[in-house]
């Protein structure tokens, strides 16, 4: 009987001990993922803020101001920032603090070897063989020489890219506190509530879904917010022309747009997930909503026009929400402007019937390749990061279509097109 006591005991304490090892074991592999994620956010703010910097020069001499002058003008970010221009065999061709005829060849410097082949590249913390000082290192590739800037590591700079550690004892004590529920509800419910721990594991999965939308969020966040600081900054330190003063201006409404956008495509995907039983449903005529796109497109810009044939050979009435079925067709038609490089879409009724109709949506492009097809759906991703953002594109456009084809109850894929070209294929419930 002994023996029995002491084994039910010691089971008993297993039961409790592994879900707090656990849990601490993913506190841990948190918050050491929390941390080099926010150290790599914070070198990335940096980056991005020196990046605009080196374009705006770019510009500035692209444009014919004296280089001199041009540098002069962004020592309002920082006394001590230090910009050099490099030709793209590695030569040192300008340097506003030291002297370059001593400078040996720049072409094995990582940051210039990142900037030659992705336009872009950075170092962290080496230390300068010209003056000795460590410095972070920005580098941008211009038509046919290398604009690098790089700030000193300060005990300022250190400090803005130290990780902020009141999160870590957040997370510990909301650990602690979780840690204090479960033990409650395990010991309340006996360790046996199927129903309550299958509960809980859903709200596990919508907080990761939340936090992962919130994570992407602040990514794509960063740049325009990063941009307008810049911009503003520039505007309100530095004496420029009515001219200059414009283009900084139209960057910072441009910035605005996006984050409009932004707000807005969230907003109707939260809107879906969390209160689709509260969205209103009535008779929508998609004939109407073809009619009405077809002459949407019609005043589009010369360089964005495209021809819009449709094969809607029956009059389509269903049951649904009219905003949500016209952001179907919208998104669609935005995404092949934007992306596709065709100049015609093609909207076909392949099935009707008392139940549903199924439709497709064509354009005359390039496509894509295979390996992207099934992430399109996916929200922010993006086959092309970068044009994707000089289009004004959210990343969200096809997240919210495959969002309201499910609320209809349908079923939405894509392919290529043999000939060139998407081609998508969407369901729509008509009860």
Sequence with gaps: MAMASVYSKFKRNVLFLLPVILLWALVILF?????????????????????????????????????????????????????TLISL?????????????????????????????????????RVSKTNQVRYFYSATLADDYIVRSALPYTVSLKSML?????????VIILTVIIMVVIFMILHTLNQGDKHYIRYLEQEQEKIRIKRQLTNNINHELKTPVASMQVCLETLINTKLTEEQQTKMIDRCYQSCQRLRNLLRDVSLITRIEEGGHKIDKEKVN????????????????????????THFD???????????????????????IAYSEGSVITISLLENNDKECVISFEDNGIGVEEKHIEHL?????????????????????????????????????????????????????KV
């Design 286 to 309: 998609l004939n109407e909503i073809i009619n009405d796109l077809k002459e949407e497109l019609a005043v589009y810009p010369s360089d964005k026009r495209f021809e819009l044939v």
């Design 162 to 170: 130290k990780t902020d550690m009141s999160t870590w004892w957040m």
């Design 377 to 429: 759906f996916e929200r922010f991703y993006r086959v092309d990061k970068g044009r994707s953002r000089q289009t004004g594109g959210t990343g969200l456009g096809l997240a919210i279509v495959k969002h309201s084809v499910l609320f209809h109850n349908g079923n939405v894929t894509v392919k290529n097109k043999p000939e060139g070209g998407l081609k998508f294929i969407f369901s729509l419930s």
């Design 314 to 336: 029956e009059d389509v009435t269903i049951m649904g929400n009219s905003s949500l079925i016209v952001s179907i067709f919208r998104n669609l038609t935005e995404n092949a």
């Design 31 to 83: 918050l050491s993922h929390q941390y080099s994620k926010e150290k790599e956010h914070k070198i990335n703010e940096l980056d991005v803020q020196l990046q605009l910097l080196n374009r705006f020069l770019i510009t500035e001499l692209s444009e014919g101001v004296p280089i001199d002058k041009a540098v002069k003008g962004y020592s309002l970010y920082s006394d001590d920032i230090r910009i």
């Design 89 to 125: 065999d590695g030569k040192v061709i300008y340097d506003n603090q030291e002297d370059i005829s001593d400078m040996e060849n720049h072409i094995n410097r990582a940051e210039i070897a990142s900037a030659l082949a992705d336009g872009e590249g950075r170092a962290i913390g």
